[in-house]
């Protein structure tokens, strides 16, 4: 399977613990996304990077969120001191920056902060 | 502030019929737009997309309508079946916006037998 991956699955914290998650994006794309999807709405964009650059960051982004790109493969969404208003999906998705903007999903990793 | 729009939560159609999706965007400075399918506990799944400098864009059973002037693009589905059943997403992007998307909030469409 060479699609987006990401791990894990779920994760049910308690509120102040932190949390990792993990994306691996399909292999040859060089921009990697992450996005955060609650209930009744559409994905929203969290940050971007091409190759291991972080290019861009959204205001819901705060700063207890982190994210990472070591040598532009995988990436790494933190979050420290996690609120219950973290609860969400939350999305990886890549793309060959030189074809278009077709992104392609990753299955998701769904938090619960407890 | 929504830029993408989705008024229609919600669409139920008979199998066989054609499935219209609407979606309506504010910044005029969007120039693709792109659809996705999302089934439950699944990533959305890219469907078809169209650039601004096109006015419709087909996939087999999936057409995209863009209306530029009416900032305005619909999904057609002929025909509809079953196995369409999900929420779709309409996302549109902008050159400025390194390809970040931005997405309406999804139609759940119900395709019946």
């Known amino acids: 399977d060479t699609g987006v991956s990401q791990n894990p699955r779920h994760k049910i914290t308690k509120r102040g613990q932190n949390v990792t998650f993990r994306c691996d994006p399909i292999s040859e794309h060089n921009r990697l996304y992450w996005y955060r999807q609650t209930l009744g709405q559409g994905p929203e964009f969290l940050t971007y990077f091409q190759n291991e650059a972080q290019l861009e960051k959204s205001r819901l982004l705060s700063d207890r969120f982190s994210a990472e790109r070591p040598k532009g493969s995988f990436s790494t969404l933190e979050i420290q001191r996690t609120e219950q208003g973290d609860s969400a999906m939350y999305l990886c998705?890549?793309?060959?920056?030189?074809?278009?903007?077709?992104?392609?999903f990753g299955p998701g990793t769904r938090l619960t902060v407890t | 502030d929504q830029q993408v729009k989705q008024n229609s939560p919600s669409l139920s159609v008979q199998e066989g019929r054609i499935s219209i999706l609407n979606c309506d965007y504010t910044n005029s400075m969007f120039d693709y737009f792109l659809w996705y399918k999302k089934y439950p506990a699944e990533g959305p799944t890219f469907l078809i997309s169209?650039?601004?400098?096109?006015d419709k864009n087909e996939d087999g059973r999936f057409t995209v309508f863009l209306n530029k002037s009416a900032k305005h693009l619909s999904l057609h589905i002929v025909p509809s079946q079953p196995g369409d059943s999900a929420v779709y997403f309409c996302a549109a992007s902008a050159p400025s916006t390194l390809g970040r998307l931005y997405f309406g909030r999804g139609t759940q469409l119900t395709v019946w037998p």
């Open positions: 169209i650039s601004s400098i096109k």
């Open positions: 998705a890549s793309s060959l920056g030189t074809t278009g903007y077709e992104q392609y």
